[in-house]
């Protein structure tokens, strides 16, 4: 087994709530992508690889402008009705998980739902 496929497999036994991981270099290639075994892609394989291959080159790098000010940038979150992905900058990788929307995320839940509120007024 390659030494990125064994990386996926320990996400893959860390936590059942995942339901994928790529990791992209910092040219942002994609280096392994792959879903959990029985889990089936919410979007096609095409569209997935090309989200992968610039999404996280456009978060990253615009997150990491804000570091000397901020901080060392240490995740981002991308939350969808289906899925939840997070971003993580390590060393010279970019590594991206999916995962199960019942991973509970109260803080962003609760921000999330005080927004629609707010702006559900506004309009």
């Known amino acids: 087994m390659a030494y990125w496929e064994q990386v996926t497999r320990r996400f893959f ?15 942002f290639r994609v280096i392994h992508s792959e879903n959990r075994p029985d889990v089936n892609s919410l979007a096609p394989i095409d569209i997935e690889r090309n989200f992968v291959s610039i999404v ?13 000010q901020c901080g060392l940038m240490t995740g981002l979150q991308i939350q969808y009705k289906k899925i939840i992905l997070t971003i993580h900058s390590v060393g010279e990788y970019i590594v991206v998980l999916s995962f199960e929307p019942s991973v509970e995320m109260p803080f962003l839940s609760r921000i999330n739902q005080l927004v629609q509120r707010i702006v559900g007024r506004v309009g």
């Open 13 to 27: 036994d860390a936590d059942e709530k995942i339901r994928y991981v790529a990791i992209v270099d910092r040219g």
């Open 56 to 68: 996280p080159r456009i978060l990253v790098e615009g997150a990491e402008k804000l570091e000397q």
